[in-house]
């Protein structure tokens, strides 16, 4: 019998379908490139086959090469399109091929990415009602904190308050993203999965409570 977490790898079995625009000269040097691409994948963890296709004939002298990737899991096929092996093996195959972009199924990486050889976006993010909760918690402080601060020495009073509210705006970003956000994700990663997985309510519950006795106690900071 299954157990949770097998069922949910069952379930979300990844695969990426991949596309490369050649053209025509460099369809030699692209095919010494690929097969040390492919022996990179099958050394990846959770690897499970790659499918090859036979390269689309286009116009202008170009071949569209396609290629299927199949994982056991979205965790492993994402951690293939971010390691570092892979990135230095797309580097160095930039050379032989003028565009590509990619789709996955089931993993959190949606859509067709780049138009720029070589370049790539991955979203494995939670829920939105979860980075809302998670950017609430962590910008309350910080513009509860520092409007006192900026009050209490007086900067910026004599400024527009276009011009001061742009300012704070840039400070509180820098500081929200860079030092507050990854000092309070950390300990809510049991919570904050990809939107994909499939979390037990018991983790739910958890998550929640977590932010909202967070909130309250800031709070009650505050009003002293």
Known sequence: MLTTDQAQDSIFCSSAVIERIVPEDNQFAFRQWHQTLLSSIQQSEGYVRVDLHSPLECKNGVLKWYSILHFDSPMHLSDRFTSSDRQAIMKSGQQFFETYRFKSFTTGLEGWFSNQA?????????????????????????????SKLFEYLGVMQSWSY?????????????????????????PLEFWLQPAYVLSHTKTELMGVSTIVSAMAAMVLLFNY
């Open 118 to 146: 070589g370049a790539e976006m991955t979203s494995l993010v939670p829920s939105a009602w979860k980075q809302a909760l998670i950017v609430v918690l962590g910008l309350y402080p910080v513009v509860f904190l520092q």
């Open 162 to 186: 276009a011009g001061s509210m742009l300012v704070n705006l840039f400070i509180t970003t820098i500081l929200l993203i860079w030092f507050v956000l990854p000092q309070i994700t950390r």
